[in-house]
């Protein structure tokens, strides 16, 4: 016991030290080459006090220029995962981006009780185009890679009470990857 109040000690001195720490800091992750382009997509998230994060961005790198285009997000959004689409048939080339960006049950944060919405990004971020509504709990989605469609699944929390029950509507949409646009609701 005496040879673990010293660790103790020096346990609880660093994390007073942490949660003193006002500043914030950059992580980033998933740096990720764009075939067919000259960039390089990775995420950057603001990390503060105790290791919270304050909002997300995603930064596409020119490897030729240096420049760089920053996609931003809500301050409490949490980006689940991204994917490049290439299509050369059919001239799709674009980003795929699940991500929960709207607050839809009003507390304090963006949480696992908010929606996944599917959002598009050309591959050198200057376009930014969300697919599915804010109010759409996307569930699953696919994407057909002969027709250039993706088919997605999910609910509408008709009773707004923040489950998935039998009064919720579940709906398939289906959107074209090219033009972006919803082509029929299920």
Not at 67 to 86: G, I
Request: charged share 25%; net charge neutral.
């Amino acid at each position: 016991m005496k040879n673990m109040i010293p660790v103790l000690c020096l346990l609880l001195t660093a994390a007073g030290a942490v949660a003193q720490d006002k500043h914030n800091y950059i992580s980033f992750s998933k740096l990720v080459p764009l075939t067919g382009t000259e960039y390089v997509l990775t995420s950057l998230d603001n990390v503060g006090k105790m290791g919270v994060s304050h909002g997300e961005h995603l930064l596409f790198i020119n490897t030729k220029t240096g420049k760089a285009n920053r996609v931003d997000f809500p301050k409490t959004a949490y980006l689940r995962d991204w994917e490049q689409v290439k299509l050369d048939t059919l001239g799709i080339n674009l980003i795929l981006l699940t991500a929960q960006t709207v607050n839809l049950d009003n507390n304090k944060r963006i949480d696992w009780n908010d929606p996944v919405q599917l959002i598009v990004l050309s591959t050198d971020g200057q376009k930014k185009t969300q697919l599915t509504d804010d109010k759409f709990f996307s569930s699953f989605w696919t994407i057909h890679r002969e027709t250039g469609a993706i088919v997605v699944t999910g609910y509408y929390d008709t009773n707004n009470n923040g489950k998935h029950d039998k009064t919720d509507k579940d709906e398939i949409h289906l959107f074209d990857l090219k033009t972006l646009q919803l082509i029929s609701k299920l």
